[in-house]
């Protein structure tokens, strides 16, 4: 008689560094029947619905003073809630996994009302308000950096890293752009987002590297005017790129905002960095992460607002130069990588949801 499968609803919405982490785990319970739980018109509709069927609930989150907003925030979190357990019920789930996003909070307060279990993967150094709130309601609390406990007293957790998409940890495809071997490569990230001021500093400061023989490739994202402004030959900008891995295996350097999901991939593929944290972040917790990555030597971190383009010009021209520390910070961001990220996590789901 064939064993029916466990059944799990991942509740995971909205960026990249929320969904990646939950679809990796999710492929690494494939002798689970895995269903998802997502916000419309979010990013989850367009990436998981080839993998997963999926449900959505409309639920947004807390920002701002106070007020006629908060109460109708608070109305739809109500709602959203009694929709998910309906949806637990209906379906007999047997468990929730979360990575986060705004169908986290329904998803685990849903559950914890059937006594379910429930796991949270938190991949910042510094959780948010809501996982601080949340955390000793979860059965498990999977963190991406050690750090992280500290802010979670009350919760059970476990160091499992952040795990990656596939083409991080598996043999990848090579690389599309035309770039020399011996040519040294610099890669711009500003998150899923883009990063107008990053972006500003690299153009003005790319000049001096293009005259250096170093070729850039250059994330803008879709909301910067002026992604288009610098033309080169050794230039290359878009606003996102699919095929990460394999340009971040071949970079010698970059230049980033310090999320969690970006780090982890800078540590995986070895890349040493000069990390600018977003300013506007929640709590300033893009400044935690990249601190853990600064006090390891695997990157340099500078504030955004402490930053000319001369000194972001100086600075890589330097680094690139010093190839022994360049070395150093390499494997200093190699050994702050859980290559194993994925499988870790699973087996905290299969340990809780049986």
């Known amino acids: 008689m064939t064993e029916t499968p466990t059944r799990l609803l991942v509740a995971a919405s909205g960026t990249g560094g929320h969904l990646f982490p939950a679809i990796a785990t999710a492929d690494s319970l494939s002798d689970y029947h895995i269903e998802w739980l997502g916000v419309p018109d979010r990013l989850e509709t367009q990436l998981v619905p080839q993998k997963y069927p999926i449900h959505t609930i409309a639920v947004g989150g807390f920002q701002g003073k106070p007020g006629l907003g908060t109460l109708m925030t608070g109305t739809r979190l109500a709602t959203a809630i009694l929709k998910a357990r309906h949806l637990l019920k209906q379906g007999n789930f047997q468990g929730v996994f979360t990575t986060g996003g705004y169908i986290a909070a329904p998803a685990i307060l849903a559950a914890r009302s059937l006594r379910l279990p429930i796991i949270l993967h938190e991949s910042n150094a510094l959780p948010g308000k809501v996982t601080r709130w949340l955390a000793p309601r979860c059965t498990q609390v ?119 999901g970006t780090l982890t991939e800078l540590a995986i593929t070895k890349t040493p960095a000069i990390l600018i944290p977003y300013p506007y972040a929640a709590e300033d917790h893009q400044t935690f992460n990249a601190k853990v990555f600064a006090q390891q030597g695997a990157a340099v971190l500078i504030q955004q607002q402490d930053l000319t383009p001369e000194q972001l010009q100086g600075k890589v021209l330097y680094l690139l130069g010093d190839s022994t520390g360049l070395n150093r910070m390499a494997e200093a961001a190699g050994s702050l990588a859980v290559v194993d990220s994925a499988n870790r996590l699973a087996e905290v789901v299969r340990a809780v949801v049986v």
């Open 142 to 260: 999977a963190i991406g950096f050690a750090v992280a406990a500290r802010y979670l007293p009350k919760a059970q957790t476990t160091v499992v890293g952040t795990p990656v998409r596939a083409d991080f940890t598996n043999e990848s495809e090579p690389l599309e752009f035309p770039i020399p071997d011996h040519a040294p490569l610099v890669v711009v990230l500003g998150g899923s987002q883009g990063a107008v001021a990053v972006n500003r500093l690299v153009r003005a400061a790319a000049p001096a590297w293009l005259e250096a023989g170093i070729w850039i490739v250059h994330l803008t994202g879709n909301l910067d005017p002026d992604a288009h402004s610098l033309q080169h030959p050794h230039y290359i900008a878009m606003p996102f790129y699919d095929h990460i891995a394999p340009l971040l295996k071949r970079a010698n350097f970059a230049v980033s905002r310090a999320g969690a």
